[in-house]
């Protein structure tokens, strides 16, 4: 497609596919689309449906990953106090702990191969956000649980209403949860992101509790499976190129390029998702208000017409301009807090097993159009 239908209509999706490097970033950085009015996708639902789905669309409906300005400069203003590089850098020796104690109990297992996803590359993430967020460690199972449950409406599955339910129920426990700690937190002041989060003002304004009860569980969806990926693909590609992992093993500071890397390779999102906000035009196509578009973050990464040798895996490469975290108005907020997990989960991994190896059951790969990943990675 990036080749010879660069701006292509999928009828079976009724999207639009944008694939090539210029295209993605420029398409990102320009006012024609709209995350606002994938919220339709959302909202549109028979009475019955959204009757029990109101909550749940009340919240994403806050998210500031689907707002458009003036809305989203606004709350973006006010986060941002909450994402400084100083409270990421405060987040360290909490990621460092978490990851050390991941290890002791890999280390201390008696099996010969275990599953790299399941056992680590979930947890790390798991553990630093329900940390930011003040939800005690014993909760995983349970937290889990809520969240799987909602992620099922999240990620767009319009199929049962047992699951319809299911996720109605994550969304009332999660936001409760959320809403009794925010509050218990406002009485009882204790430095930490929260707190930062309940804090951050911009101009006097700030967060009412409904977008802050919203804006946890964007977090939540926003932070996870992406860094799991990160971490699971980048265990993958070094153990796929020895060579490469040996250079980093023989030079640790090498670590940076090697998370660019392969955030550039394979990236834990293949797509961001739009809805075209104005009639435009693009490499010729006429693209309408309304049309659904994807735009393919991977296939940009792999253009030739913006990195040499694309499909060379070099944690050397420089400059990496990868388009991995977006780019404009959206571009991750938590970019800098998944590197630095990202290094520290890495480095850490491979220091303290120096003869992991992949095992001989292939890994499984992720069955989805948007997140890049493996469900399982066999490693021994
Ligand atoms: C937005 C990627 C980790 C919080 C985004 C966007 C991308 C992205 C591509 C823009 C979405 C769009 O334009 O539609 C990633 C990747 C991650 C990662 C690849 C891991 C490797 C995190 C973490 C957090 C986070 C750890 C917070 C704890 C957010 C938030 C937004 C966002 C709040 C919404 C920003 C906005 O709409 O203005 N992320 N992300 N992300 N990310 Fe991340």
Redesign the pocket.
Known sequence: LREEDPVHWSPSLKSWIISRYADVRDL?LSDHLS?RRLMQFYSALPPQDAALLSDIVKYLDLW??F?DPPD?TRV?RI?RHAFTPKAVDAMRPGIEEIVSHLLDRLEAKDANRIDLIREYALLV?AYV?MD?LEVPRDMLDEFKSWSDDMAVFIGGARNSDDKYARAARGCQKMSSYFRDIISERSANPRPGFLMDLINARDEGDQLTEDELVATCI??LF??HE??T??IGNATLLLLRHPEQLAALRAEPALIDGAIEEV?RFD???NA???VVAQDHELEGRKMREGERVFVM?NSANRDPRAFDEPDRFDISRNPNRHL???Q????????R??RE??RIAVMELMKRFPDLALDDEPPEWLDAMVPRGTRRLPVR
Do not use: D, K, Y
């Open positions: 990102l995350v500031l990953a707002r989203h973006r986060l993430p956000i930011m964007l977090i926003a932070g992406t860094t990926n990160l955030l990236g834990p999102t961001l998702v739009r973050v991995t975290f977006g404009g108005i959206h571009v991750c907020l938590g970019a807090l998944a997990e990202g």
